[in-house]
């Protein structure tokens, strides 16, 4: 039971931490870009106890899908078992780093060549909506960060705004809270976007964009926040890593012709 309380109170810990300043955010996005397969609550316990995991998977999808055994010694990281049928609230994952290869085979973790780059932004573009820029992944991150966040938002504001009395948004209007809350999210899910493209985010996206999360200041809130934030980019970057597969098909099939 120790290992239980431990991990929620570091849980506690750290989502009341990451709203208390940009820098907390953006540490805390810098994290959760790597791992945005996993859910909000995922990726604050991944930040707060390997903020460098890169790709996380249980010891058995190590072993049997991805052929790799997970290294001796290796200290887990615990994230919540979702499967109400577990007996324990955490199930145990490990990092990339934490692996080696058994099988001849190697894990490469997706990367975008410049070659790539027009055919992602068309695929962006082709399932998220027009887009007026498509000179730069950069800008079609963008502008399709922004298409998503407010085709996807609605659900989430509403729910945020049920939240909003013990917190420094309970004096704002709803619509206040709802520019607000896009304007945020965008920038988040930019973010996101653009540091597991491979992009320096922080060189294309202001700091004040990000100014507003410290009004999310309980947890209700921010997991409202976080969890949107999480589940769109989620939708961008496996749309990204679907088209880089594709691409990278195509590339060995030419090779082997």
Same mark, same amino acid.
């Given at each position: 039971?120790?290992?239980?309380?431990?991990?929620?109170?570091?849980? +506690?810990?750290?989502?009341?931490?990451?709203?208390?300043?940009?820098? +907390?955010?953006?540490?805390?996005?810098?994290?959760?870009?790597?791992?945005? =397969?996993?859910?909000?609550?995922?990726?604050?316990?991944?930040?707060?106890?390997?903020?460098?995991?890169?790709?996380?998977?249980?010891?058995?999808?190590? @072993?049997?899908?991805? $052929?790799?055994?997970?290294?001796?010694?290796?200290?887990?990281?615990?994230?919540?078992?979702?499967?109400?049928?577990?007996?324990?609230?955490? $199930?145990?994952?490990?990092?990339?780093?934490?692996?080696?290869?058994?099988? @001849?085979?190697?894990?490469?973790?997706?990367?975008?060549?410049?070659?790539?780059?027009?055919?992602?932004?068309?695929?962006?573009?082709?399932?998220?909506?027009?887009?007026?820029?498509?000179?730069?992944?950069?800008?079609?991150?963008?502008?399709?960060?922004?298409?998503?966040?407010?085709?996807?938002?609605?659900?989430?504001?509403?729910?945020?705004? +049920?939240?909003?009395?013990?917190?420094? &948004?309970?004096?704002?209007?709803?619509?206040?809270?709802?520019?607000?809350?896009?304007?945020?999210?965008?920038?988040?899910?930019?973010?996101?976007?653009?540091?597991?493209? !491979?992009? +320096?985010?922080?060189?294309?996206?202001?700091?004040?964009?990000?100014?507003?999360? #410290?009004?999310?200041?309980?947890?209700?809130?921010?997991?409202? &926040? !976080?969890?949107?934030?999480?589940?769109?980019? #989620?939708?961008? &970057?496996?749309?990204?890593? =679907?088209?880089?597969?594709?691409?990278?098909?195509?590339?060995?099939?030419?090779?082997?012709?």
């Amino acid at each position: 039971m120790g290992k239980i309380k431990e991990t929620r109170e570091l849980y +506690n810990q750290v989502i009341n931490e990451i709203s208390k300043s940009v820098e +907390n955010w953006l540490d805390f996005l810098d994290s959760s870009s790597w791992n945005f =397969k996993y859910d909000f609550d995922d990726q604050i316990l991944i930040y707060a106890q390997r903020p460098d995991a890169k790709a996380c998977a249980t010891m058995e999808e190590w @072993n049997k899908k991805l $052929k790799r055994w997970v290294n001796a010694g290796t200290k887990p990281i615990y994230v919540f078992d979702k499967n109400p049928y577990s007996e324990y609230p955490f $199930k145990l994952i490990f990092d990339l780093s934490d692996t080696h290869n058994y099988n @001849n085979t190697e894990y490469k973790l997706w990367s975008i060549k410049k070659e790539y780059e027009q055919d992602i932004i068309e695929d962006l573009e082709a399932s998220f909506g027009e887009i007026d820029s498509k000179e730069s992944l950069v800008q079609a991150i963008t502008l399709v960060s922004y298409n998503m966040v407010t085709d996807n938002v609605e659900d989430y504001v509403k729910e945020a705004i +049920n939240y909003k009395a013990s917190s420094k &948004l309970q004096n704002m209007k709803d619509d206040e809270i709802k520019q607000l809350f896009i304007i945020t999210a965008w920038a988040s899910v930019s973010y996101m976007m653009m540091t597991r493209c !491979g992009i +320096n985010a922080r060189e294309h996206i202001d700091k004040q964009e990000f100014a507003f999360i #410290e009004l999310f200041n309980n947890q209700e809130l921010l997991t409202i &926040l !976080g969890t949107s934030v999480s589940d769109i980019a #989620e939708m961008g &970057l496996r749309e990204i890593a =679907k088209t880089i597969k594709n691409l990278q098909i195509e590339e060995k099939n030419k090779n082997h012709t």
